[in-house]
């Protein structure tokens, strides 16, 4: 936070700068989705693609879960895919069909050579992706300042799984490349990086107060190559948004062998997953807040063990400033609502011992 800057009021804001807070602030990842039957109503009559292309949609959408549930924060409803478009992919989300999953995105010309590579453009978010600030404008609106709002773009590697395996088809494509056509991957993630940052800065400037970078499937990639491929590239990022004074969140998953290294990207806040225990993040990163990191899928079962893991959680994690309650992965659809707003009571009923 730069001197001049006024301490930020909210909890979730306060607890990105590991200042003392009232109570630990929760928000979970996918908060706006399937689960919600209010989402669903949404979703009966309009594509997912309509959706997120329609402000007031977005504004209703992302309003939801804190209305419904009193969250700390809110998430832009969007999806890290939304600028492939405009960067020349063709993309799409399939419609689930009963008993065969969810659906998911396709892209129908996937990056698979360096011509590829060299034939992306950079998106103007202005010009191309006008809903997605006109959206965070008709959040603020819609919040009228009840809770801060969290922008978002995905890493470069994730948003590139995508690209080159033409949708959530695993990891063998990209990495192929990569072992492959080092000069290639590197133009790739470069191309990625800048699209990631000029949106991240967009999305500040219509008036996001915080930002994540979801690089969810970092996790599949060896330190080295994390080293060579990936780092400098989240690092850059990092550096960009700096300057604009809104607090960064890095989210993986199945990195919990690299806090060290993640550390010293240059982020505020590490949302980490249920591998490892809070505790143990921060002592390898003893100077940075931490996110995380409940098993999704225990909002599933029982309450009482929910509940339980929850309160652990909250002892682990208020044991210092610089905590915010989230889950490890996000909220899956046959999660009931009841059980978040369950966990969302615990939370804030939960007394922050004085530091
Ligand atoms: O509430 C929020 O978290 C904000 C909105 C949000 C969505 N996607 C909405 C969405 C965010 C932050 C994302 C990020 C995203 N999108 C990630 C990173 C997070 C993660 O889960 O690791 C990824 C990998 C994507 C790409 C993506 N979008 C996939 C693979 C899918 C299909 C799988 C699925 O969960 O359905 C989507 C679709 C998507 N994005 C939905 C939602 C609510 C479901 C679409 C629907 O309504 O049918």
Known sequence: MSPNQPEPTSR????????????????????????????????????????????????????????????????????????????????????????????????????????????????????????????????QRTLAGRVPLVGFVGGPFTVASYAVEGGSQGFTRLKTLLYTDPAATHALFEKLTRAAIVQLQAQVEAGAQAVQIFESWLGELGREDLEAYVFPYLARIAEAIRPMGVPTILFSTTTSTHIGPMSKLGYDVLSVDWRIPIAEARAQAPDLAFQGNLDSILLLGPQKLLLDRTRALLEEGSRRPGYIFNLGHGITPPTPPENVKAVVDAVHAFPVPRG
């Open 12 to 139: 979730f804001l306060r607890a990105c700068r590991k200042l003392p807070v009232d109570r630990i602030p929760v928000w979970m990842m996918r908060q706006a989705g399937r689960y919600q039957p209010s989402y669903r109503a949404v979703r009966q009559k309009v594509g997912f693609l309509e959706l997120c292309h329609s402000p007031e949609l977005i504004a209703q959408v992302t309003a939801s879960p804190i209305d419904e549930f009193g969250f700390d924060a809110a998430i832009l409803f969007s999806d890290i895919l939304i600028h492939l478009p405009a960067m020349g992919l063709d993309l799409s989300f399939e419609k689930g069909e009963k008993g065969k999953g969810d659906g998911g995105p396709k892209i129908a010309n996937p990056v698979r050579t360096r011509a590829d590579v060299d034939a992306l453009k950079i998106p103007d978010p202005a010009r191309d992706l006008p809903y997605v600030a006109a959206g965070i404008r008709a959040i």
